[in-house]
């Protein structure tokens, strides 16, 4: 009998769901429900409610709820083999809470499969909305815990990161400030991973150690709730917490509501969800030491598999627990396509226009360099944007086309350093990806393959693979990570583009060299 494993992704704007046949390791089947078309009456635009305060953003978890019935009803009405589902697990979009008092388990665990989801759990809430990670309104409370965990260093070295505004801690924070009645209220506190899990297996499921480090309130090296963090944090934390559970934790099998609505099998076993970063680090086949993923969408996204924790304390990127146990860097330069676009667009070039222009120019462009703030850095920190050219005239065209993407690749190899990690191969994905000059320079800059890959949605289908991987462990079946991502991510990329070696002793005088010119421009130094 053939056997399938689903994968679900919680995200801000939709949820889907990815149908994986696990003896073909091929896609059965996709689906997606886009929350602003099938639900406008909660009103959000782009998965979000509007607010007065643009620093306040939040969603309804009713809608991510109803979503669910929609997508299990768009499965069984494109005749999904949801009955020969033997294991499932979720993506949800990082950092964000939800809020459920103390009627929530019970109800959670006799949903009635004659109503609706949104009918058996809409009492369940002690809190209506969600804020979820593009909440920025609680700097106040990040100031807080850091002066009481004593300083962005202690907080970054107990937990993975320093304190964020959009990390689950300062919101949980905020939350009691502001309204303390509904805090008391509050029995469970969960992330989206957690909360779509607890709805899927009909019980409160715990939060995973990879999402569970974008919290601010897990010590990072133990994985277990850091007791100093929860108290700055708010009182009685501890008891609205389950325990923080491995990403391969099965916690039970699916609902009976799913069985009997929508013809899930019911031996199929529920996984516990993750973050949606986490599961793009495996839907993207990261899952050896050294493993990194470049994604070159709007902004540039590195992350990687790391063997050792280290963490930065400069807020340049955060440390999560990896789903494999290891752990995994995130971290975000703002100034990718848009930067690379802004420099297109200023010579009139289009894609191939280009990547032309940077083949025609020599490696290291003979010391010319760009700093491209467009915009305002993530990393570096750079409040205040602007360009700045070294050695470049400003109507070089081809030079500053080759200067814009070294420097963001020499930004990344320079910013990644704290790691501790080299990369042994890079993923490239994303938009840009499709770009061989582009590629080109991120192989000779980091001196490593790069490999391009192309999948759809590597959040839901790390969530699916996950859910394999837990299945066979859980099955006695030894399988190890590759031998799960691999069959079913070879078809996904495309080729390799091989470093030039003879360019290595150039990039690394030309790290130095930039480095340098960073160090100037964010100082105030003039060009
Ligand atoms: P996101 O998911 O972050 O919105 P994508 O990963 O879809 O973004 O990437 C979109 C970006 O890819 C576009 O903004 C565009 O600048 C860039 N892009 C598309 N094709 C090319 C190309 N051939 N070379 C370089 N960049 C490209
Ligand atoms: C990561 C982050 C986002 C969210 C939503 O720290 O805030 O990537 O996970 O995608």
Redesign the pocket.
């Given at each position: 009998m053939p056997r399938y494993v689903l994968g679900l992704d919680s995200s801000t704007q939709s949820l889907s769901g990815v149908l994986l046949d696990l003896d073909s390791h091929e896609l059965a089947g996709s689906w997606s429900i886009n929350f602003d078309e099938a639900f406008p009456s909660y009103g959000t635009r782009h998965g979000v409610l509007p607010a007065d305060d643009p620093c306040v953003v939040h969603s309804p978890p009713l809608l991510w709820v109803e979503a669910l019935d929609m997508i299990f009803a768009a499965m069984v009405d494109d005749q999904a083999p949801l009955g020969e589902v033997c294991a499932l697990s979720g993506s949800g979009q990082q950092h964000g809470s939800v809020y459920l008092n103390s009627t929530a388990e019970a109800t959670l665990a006799g949903l009635d499969p004659a109503k609706s989801l949104k009918e058996n759990l809409q009492h369940i809430f002690s809190r209506p909305t969600s804020p979820v990670w593009m909440d920025s309104s609680t700097s106040t409370e990040c100031r807080e815990i850091t002066i009481a965990l004593g300083g962005d260093t202690a907080v970054a070295e107990a937990t993975g990161s320093i304190a964020f505004e959009r990390f689950t801690g300062s919101q949980i924070r905020k939350f009691f400030k502001d309204e303390p009645d509904c805090y008391r209220q509050t029995a469970e506190i969960a992330l989206v991973s957690s909360f779509m899990a607890s709805i899927l297996g009909g019980c409160i499921a715990p939060i995973d150690h990879a999402d569970c480090a974008g919290m601010n309130l897990m010590d990072i090296r133990s994985r277990d709730w850091h007791d100093e963090a929860l108290a700055a944090t708010a009182p009685d934390l501890a008891r609205r917490l389950r325990q923080p559970v491995p990403s391969w934790q099965v916690a039970g099998n699916v609902s009976s509501y799913f069985v009997s609505r929508y013809g899930v099998s019911s031996e199929a076993i529920n996984v516990v969800w993750s973050g949606d970063n986490p599961n793009s680090l495996v839907g993207l086949g990261l899952v050896r030491p050294g493993d990194w993923a470049i994604?070159?969408?709007?902004?540039d996204t590195l992350f990687g598999l790391m063997k050792k924790c280290q963490v930065n304390t400069d807020g340049e990127g955060h440390v999560f627990v990896s789903p494999t146990g290891d752990y995994m860097s995130l971290i975000c330069f703002k100034n990718g396509?848009l930067a690379?676009?802004q420099i297109k667009d200023a010579y009139g070039l289009d894609?191939p226009g280009?990547?032309d222009a940077i083949t025609s120019t020599p490696k290291g462009n003979d010391g010319k360099i760009i700093l491209p703030y467009f915009e305002p850095e993530i990393v570096p920190k750079v409040l205040v944007p602007g360009i700045h050219r070294f050695g470049l005239a400003e109507d070089d065209a081809a030079g500053n086309c080759r200067a814009v993407v070294e420097a963001q690749m020499l930004s990344m190899r320079i910013h990644s350093s704290w790691m501790g990690q080299e990369p042994t191969r890079i993923f490239a994905t994303?938009?840009?990806s499709?770009?061989d000059a582009?590629l080109q320079v991120m192989a000779d800059v980091h001196q490593v393959p790069v490999v391009r890959i192309s999948v759809d949605n590597s959040a839901a289908l790390g969530a699916a693979l996950r859910a394999a991987h837990a299945w066979y462990r859980n099955d006695g079946d030894g399988r190890d990570w590759s031998s799960v991502v691999e069959p079913v991510l070879s078809g996904m990329c495309g080729e390799t583009i091989s470093p030039d070696s003879d360019a290595a002793g150039l990039y690394d005088s030309m790290a130095e060299a930039y480095a340098e010119r960073e160090k100037l421009v964010r100082d105030g130094g003039q060009e």
């Open positions: 994604s070159l969408g709007t902004s396509s690379r676009e894609w280009f990547a994303g938009g840009a499709s770009n582009i």
